[in-house]
């Protein structure tokens, strides 16, 4: 992907990059609970089985709220980090969570934000990540 520049007001050089994780099957910092969400999400395809066996309308419900819960699920998966850095001195690296999949105008938010000295805001659209 795509490295954009910006130089903050202090005269430090910031690359601003956006990478989509890799799907993994073990815990990553990016998904610390995605185990979980699997045993959550073969628990509702159950509940949702079962259901339909005595009440359709229940069934049709239960369908909606599991489409919604996999389509959230692989949204989060399909989201990009944003990563900003500089080599300093002091290096400095600062980290969001995209909150829809588009990455263009969010870079350019990132970039503003370095531009007016404050590297460490939540431009809107982006979640700030602690590490």
């Known amino acids: 992907m795509a490295v954009v520049r910006a ?11 956006a990478v989509r994780e890799p799907v993994t099957f ?3 910092r990016s998904e610390p ?5 699997i045993v959550v999400t073969v628990i509702l395809i159950g509940v949702v089985i079962a259901f339909a066996v005595l009440s359709t309308i229940i069934a049709i419900v239960g369908g909606v709220l599991l489409v919604i819960w996999l389509a959230e699920r692989i949204s989060n998966l399909l989201r990009p980090r944003l990563y900003a850095r500089t080599k300093g001195p002091p290096p400095e690296e600062v980290v969001w969570k995209a909150d829809r999949l588009a990455r263009g105008k969010l870079e350019h938010r990132i970039v503003r934000a ?3 000295g ?3 805001v939540e431009p809107p659209g982006l ?5």
């Open 7 to 17: 130089t903050s007001p202090d005269g430090r050089s910031w690359e601003v990059e």
């Open 26 to 28: 073990g815990r990553s």
């Open 33 to 37: 609970f995605f185990w979980a969400s």
């Open 114 to 116: 370095i531009e007016s």
């Open 118 to 120: 404050n590297p460490d």
């Open 127 to 131: 979640t700030l990540l602690k590490d």
